[in-house]
């Protein structure tokens, strides 16, 4: 079961007393973000988070590296510097004080966007009008964009077959060929999502 949405404007907060060094520290949040290091772009969940620091949790074994970077739904992104490491749980440093805000609310002018992982593979879709190879460029829980060297309508119903994926039934959302826009029929759940994203590009994080 994947993680539910949470309300950061509820989110516990803990403020250093004198004795106690440190920023005020924003504590039992669940918000769903990307991880990105050398090795692609995992999914993650923010724990908790300080102007200086925050503690993230993985769907399987945190990738291995000390400088990473932490990207949101909305686009916004931050480097981070690893200070421990257990399993699928780790605490990092950020670069650079960034504005807590931004990461334990949405921007209330822009509509809340699906996270997304920029991961390039090849796939086979399949349609009534016959089959064709594709290279995925994006995926997320709901869909996926594509490049496709067969035409697409919009509105059509297609199969996405790969040793890398379950299959997958979708409609075409948008199209500016060879460019299209899939919604699936079933939607991942976020756990899935992760531990799919994870068996692609880096299989080992699977192991226990």
């Not at 920029?118 to 190879?133: D, F, H």
């Amino acid at each position: 079961m994947g993680y539910p949405e949470a309300n950061f404007e509820k989110a516990e907060v803990e403020t250093p007393n004198r004795d106690q060094r440190g920023a005020t520290r924003y504590t039992s949040l669940i918000r769903s973000a990307k991880l990105i290091c050398g090795s692609g772009e995992f999914v993650c969940v923010i724990r908790d988070v300080s102007a200086t620091g925050i503690s993230l949790r993985t769907f399987h074994r945190l990738p291995s590296g000390d400088r990473m970077a932490l990207e949101l739904p909305n686009g916004d992104a931050f480097e981070l510097q690893k200070v421990r490491s257990e399993g699928r749980e780790g605490s990092f440093t950020f670069l650079t004080p960034v504005p807590v805000e931004k990461l334990i609310r949405e921007a209330p002018d822009y509509p809340k966007r699906q996270l997304r992982l920029n991961i390039e593979m090849p796939i086979e879709v399949s349609c009534l009008t016959g089959r064709g190879q594709a290279i995925t460029r994006n995926l997320s829980q709901q869909g996926a964009c594509i490049d496709c060297d067969v035409p697409l309508a919009i509105a059509q119903t297609v199969k996405l077959t790969s040793g890398d994926l379950p299959e997958i039934r979708a409609k075409v959302r948008w199209r500016r060929a060879p460019e299209y826009g899939l919604v699936f029929d079933n939607t991942f759940s976020l756990s899935d999502f992760a531990r799919m994203a994870a068996s692609i590009q880096s299989p080992v994080l699977l192991s226990d």
